[in-house]
């Protein structure tokens, strides 16, 4: 690699997750048998939809009949989550509970 070919990059700040979000959404999930918990009322299964919003440190994860206009808290949520990466993989195994079904709650926090 010559010297042309290097990028010179300024390094960022860490974020601040009191003033940072970030969401995500996945839908058409089938869920496994027993579905999710939720908060509201109670097991939900079938053709769902989960969002989950990090914001102030911590994962908010709710879910919902795909095509509904109704969100369910899931049991557990939030979840605490110091970065936008952790929360990406909180979303992502609360995805996975939902396939799993057995009244699927919120995931631990990966960082304990």
């Known amino acids: 690699?010559?010297?042309?070919?290097?990028?010179r990059r300024q390094p960022r700040p860490p974020v601040d997750p009191r003033t940072a979000w970030a969401t995500?959404?996945?839908q058409s999930i089938i869920s496994g048998p027993g579905g999710v918990s939720t908060a509201?009322?109670?097991?939900?299964?079938?053709?769902l939809?989960?969002?989950?919003?990090?914001?102030?440190?911590?994962?908010?994860?709710?879910?919902?009949y795909?095509?509904?206009l109704d969100w369910?808290?899931?049991?557990g949520s939030p979840v605490?989550?110091?970065?936008e990466t952790t929360a990406r993989a909180i979303h992502q195994a609360m995805v996975n509970g939902v396939?799993?079904?057995?009244?699927?709650?919120?995931?631990?926090?990966?960082?304990?």
């Open 72 to 75: 369910y808290t899931v049991t």
């Open 24 to 26: 995500w959404t996945t």
């Open 80 to 83: 605490p989550a110091a970065d």
């Open 1 to 7: 690699m010559t010297e042309h070919d290097q990028t």
């Open 99 to 112: 396939k799993a079904g057995r009244g699927a709650a919120a995931p631990p926090s990966p960082t304990g």
């Open 49 to 64: 939809t989960v969002h989950t919003t990090w914001v102030d440190g911590e994962a908010r994860l709710t879910v919902q």
């Open 66 to 68: 795909t095509g509904a």
């Open 40 to 47: 509201e009322v109670g097991p939900i299964s079938g053709d």
